[in-house]
Every structure is written in structure tokens, then in C-alpha cells.
Antibody, heavy 121, light 107 residues
Framework: EVQLAQSGGGLVSPGGSLRLSCVASGFAVDTYSINWVRQAPGKGLEWVASISSSSTYKYYAESVKGRFIISRDNAKKSFYLQMNGLRVEDTAVYYC??????????????WGQGALVTVSS | DIQLTQSPSFLSASVRDRVTITCRASHDISGYLAWYQQEPGKAPKLLIYAGSILQSGVSSRFSGSGSGTEFSLTISSLQPGDFATYYCQQFKNYPYTFGQGTKVEIK
């Protein structure tokens, strides 16, 4: 069974740092890209970052570029989102999601349970 | 960036109603579109990918259509578990943008 188990959320002061983790099971992680998506309280979904299967390609939303770093360790079946310079507006539930590609397109077919990040003084 | 505009933003309907949600893209995204359902406090659930392909295990009451810039999600007969928020997402280009969401509530 494919599963993505998240950890690392919490309360942090503005300007602080936090690292989110996502541990995979049930599939060969080294063949899939991974996305991070967030959802601010009462708001819609926002794509944050993506990393290719071998870490060759990394993409970021403009809102987090230069502050967040996406990474992965395929040997540990783990994916990470290092968040630095956190702002109040980064407060959200953060999801990791597996990026499947077939039928000539891609889509996020499995999601973690989410991790709440609260940025507040 | 590719903008996705969903309509309506809010929909009130009854059990067994047929409902349709539209997603319009600011640029041609071919069939690079997915639909998700999200219940409060839960992670999104994939319903449709490639614009019209039903994800394994998802009820056949859900269907998707469209290509290019116009897409739609139809629920043929609303059931109590379908009252949720629905999002479209494009995978044509980074950033992988989402529509703003459509909340389906019980009339």
C-alpha cells in the first residue's frame, strides 16, 4: 500500500526555520517526482515546490523561492522541505504528494496527511 | 504563469442532483489537468487525471471532459459523501497552479 507519512510541523516565530519530512512506503521512490502543496487556513490549495526523482530538477513557487529548499534522500525513502525566513503568511497545512506521470500527463495521486505550520510571535 | 479559474465558487445542490464545475485555463494546457475532492480536515483525493480519465477506485458518478483551455467535472447524481470542495490543477508548466476551488454544499 502506498503511503506518505509526514512529520515536522509546529509553531515557529517569524524569521525562524522549520524542516518538514515525508517518509514513503509501498512504492519505488526513486522513480517518482514529489510535490509540496500548502493550504492556508480557510483558503485554497497552493503548489509550493517540486523535485524530480534524482533531485536533478527543483522548482519553486515565487512566494517561497530563496527561502524554502526541497530535497530528498532516496535511500531513506524520505523527502524534505526546509523552510527558512518564515513569514506569518506561510502559516498553512503542508502536504507532500507523489507525482505520477502516465497517459502523457502528470498528476498527484497519493498525498501525505498534512503537517500544520504556524508562524506567529 | 497559467491561471485556472473555476466556476462557480460555491454551489448549493440536493442529493441526486447532477452538477457540473468548470475550470478555464489562461493558456492552452492540452489535457494536463487533474481534479481533486477535498473534505474538511483531509488531504485532497485525486478524482480525474488527463482531463477525463477516472482514477482507479473512484465512483463512475464522476466524469471529466475538456481539452485546451476549457474543462469540466460532472457528478451525475450527488451523494451525501460528495459534499466537499473540488479543485482543478494544471500540470502543463511550472508553477503547477490550482483553481480557487468550488465548494459543493447541501441545499
Amino acid at each position: 500500500e502506498v503511503q506518505l507519512a509526514q512529520s515536522g510541523g509546529g509553531l515557529v516565530s517569524p524569521g525562524g526555520s522549520l524542516r518538514l519530512s515525508c517518509v514513503a512506503s509501498g512504492f519505488a521512490v526513486d522513480t517518482y517526482s514529489i510535490n509540496w502543496v500548502r493550504q492556508a487556513p480557510g483558503k485554497g490549495l497552493e503548489w509550493v515546490a517540486s523535485i524530480s526523482s534524482s533531485s536533478t530538477y527543483k522548482y519553486y513557487a515565487e512566494s517561497v523561492k530563496g527561502r524554502f529548499i526541497i530535497s530528498r534522500d532516496n535511500a531513506k525513502k524520505s523527502f524534505y522541505l526546509q523552510m527558512n525566513g518564515l513569514r506569518v503568511e506561510d502559516t498553512a497545512v503542508y502536504y507532500c504528494a507523489r507525482d505520477e506521470c502516465s497517459e502523457g500527463t502528470c498528476y498527484s495521486d497519493y498525498w501525505g496527511q498534512g503537517a500544520l505550520v504556524t508562524v506567529s510571535s | 504563469d497559467i491561471q485556472l479559474t473555476q466556476s462557480p465558487s460555491f454551489l448549493s445542490a440536493s442529493v441526486r442532483d447532477r452538477v457540473t464545475i468548470t475550470c478555464r485555463a489562461s493558456h492552452d494546457i492540452s489535457g494536463y489537468l487533474a481534479w481533486y475532492q477535498q473534505e474538511p480536515g483531509k488531504a485532497p483525493k485525486l478524482l480525474i487525471y488527463a482531463g477525463s480519465i477516472l482514477q482507479s477506485g473512484v465512483s463512475s458518478r464522476f466524469s471529466g471532459s475538456g481539452s485546451g483551455t476549457e474543462f469540466s467535472l460532472t457528478i451525475s447524481s450527488l451523494q451525501p459523501g460528495d459534499f466537499a470542495t473540488y479543485y482543478c490543477q494544471q500540470f502543463k508548466n511550472y508553477p503547477y497552479t490550482f483553481g480557487q476551488g468550488t465548494k459543493v454544499e447541501i441545499k
